[in-house]
């Protein structure tokens, strides 16, 4: 019954990924250059960690902001949380390049946001948001926003709230019985949305190349200027294989950590 879609994965997944890591040390001979320019030369170090720091920045942006909100869905009652759900949802189904696109005219030098400021007399001229790391980031807060929400609201929703009523029977006040238990026993939900968050950023191409510009470069926008325009087959596939061993790295981390807290509640 696994025969078929495990050859599907194998064909379609795992044969290009290991042609793309094979490439990027065979071709055009067998060599670790490619390698040795993507951790050594100026440019591609500092878009590597342009990438890491965006992708962190993100994360802990979304989770921020998702968290009060998603204690506040979990909570909801059952009509009132459908509703909620569906407007976390219903975001999803429009394409990550229109909403770039919108905020590229929410940013613009004549955007809505230009537009108030001027308005209010807090500036005389424009600001140039675009391109810029500012516009980055509010644009992938807002497609990932979803994916931190759903992990945090599913593992909120498993929280037994007998513990809290408990809590507040025994005298604890609500924010002790927030930090003491309803934080810990949403950490699973924290780390899989920090996880999700993190690694999905890593390797996002239509934000970082819509309103980042050259200036707020990220690794897959390098990678498909090495691939398509400079031809350089070679160094785009070690900066992929590079991207993809970071990505592996970091689950294989979170596997190890989300382990290590279920042992521990298990011996607890």
Not at 57 to 64: D, F, K, R, S, Y
Not at 242 to 268: D, H, P
Request: charged content about 10%.
């Amino acid at each position: 019954m696994l025969v078929a879609p495990g050859l599907f994965l194998a064909l379609f997944f795992v044969v290009p990924l290991v042609w793309v890591a094979l490439r990027s040390v065979l071709d055009p001979e067998p060599t670790m250059a490619h390698y040795v320019r993507v951790f050594t030369a100026g440019p591609y170090v500092r878009v590597l960690w342009n990438t890491i720091e965006t992708a962190a920045i993100v994360a802990v942006l979304c989770l921020v902001i998702a968290y009060p909100v998603a204690a506040l869905v979990a909570f909801a009652r059952e009509q009132r949380f459908r509703l909620l759900m569906a407007l976390i949802l219903i975001p999803l189904w429009t394409s990550a390049v229109i909403r770039s696109y919108a905020w590229m005219i929410v940013f613009q030098r004549r955007g809505v946001i230009n537009d108030a400021l001027q308005m209010l007399g807090l500036i005389d001229t424009p600001i140039r948001f675009l391109p810029g790391s500012l516009a980055v980031h509010v644009g992938m807060v807002h497609l990932m926003l979803p994916f931190m929400l759903l992990p945090l609201i599913a593992n909120m929703r498993g929280i037994d709230r007998n513990l809290l009523r408990a809590a507040e029977v025994l005298g604890a006040n609500p924010v002790r019985r927030f930090v003491e238990i309803f934080v810990p026993l949403s950490r699973p939900g924290i780390g899989a949305g920090l996880t999700l968050v993190f690694m999905t950023s890593l390797g996002f191409f239509v934000t970082p190349a819509l309103l980042g510009g050259p200036q707020h470069m990220m690794a897959a926008v390098l990678i498909e200027q090495l691939a398509n325009t400079q031809l350089d087959w070679p160094l785009a596939s070690a900066l992929s294989t590079t991207l993809l061993a970071v990505t592996s790295a970091i689950y294989l981390v979170y596997l190890r950590v989300m382990r290590g807290g279920a042992v521990a509640i298990a011996k607890a």
